[in-house]
């Protein structure tokens, strides 16, 4: 754009140039024909017509200044730009390289998670089963604890009825045992007597 501006001023600046050099020329040309001052007036539009060549090959100069810098330019970018591009291209396969490392974790860690899912059932399946264990024994338990009520009142009846009859067994032969005695003594008093 620099460039294509700077062509554009210079070939105005031309155009412009060669127009006043040429209504200059013209003016001269009459002047000429009517006083002989203007030949004074002509050597120095010609001296301005040397300045002018020599702008315009300063000009020209700068031009091909302008067009090296482009080129110069151009290759720098060129430079520039294939190096950011090697650098982006080893920055995008490096952030690849850690995907696909983090893949590789993902999927360990799915794994390791598969399995802990699976050893957690395991547990659970096997904490239900000693649940149900626990259960059966607390109903064992229980049951015990109601046929040892039922063994204590059936032995607290049992004994009852046992120490009931002990005790009318023990009467009978206690009364027994007196009706012995007493013979006994009557005996003993009838030879005490007859002696």
Do not use: P, W
Request: aromatic share 4%; proline share 0%.
């Amino acid at each position: 754009k620099r460039l294509a501006a700077t062509k554009e001023k210079f070939r105005r600046g031309l155009q412009d140039q060669d127009d006043r050099l040429k209504q200059k020329q013209i003016k001269i040309d009459a002047a000429l024909a009517e006083n002989t001052e203007l030949k004074s007036l002509l050597a120095k539009k010609e001296v301005e017509n040397e300045r002018i060549a020599s702008e315009k090959e300063t000009l020209e100069a700068e031009c091909k200044k302008i067009r090296s810098d482009k080129m110069k330019l151009e290759a720098f970018a060129m430079k520039k730009l294939t190096s950011t591009k090697d650098k982006y291209k080893k920055v995008l396969q490096e952030s690849n390289d850690k995907l696909k490392m983090n893949q590789v974790q993902i999927e360990a860690a799915h794994a390791e998670l598969t399995k802990l899912k699976s050893l957690l059932a395991k547990k659970e399946a096997k904490n239900n089963q000693i649940t149900k264990e626990n259960d059966m024994l607390e109903a064992k338990y229980m049951k015990s604890r109601s046929d040892k009520k039922e063994l204590e009142v059936y032995a607290k009846k049992k004994l009852a009825t046992t120490k009931h009859k002990y005790q009318k067994v023990l009467q009978e032969r206690n009364v027994k045992l007196k009706q012995k005695q007493d013979k006994i003594d009557a005996l003993s008093r009838r030879n005490r007597s007859e002696n």
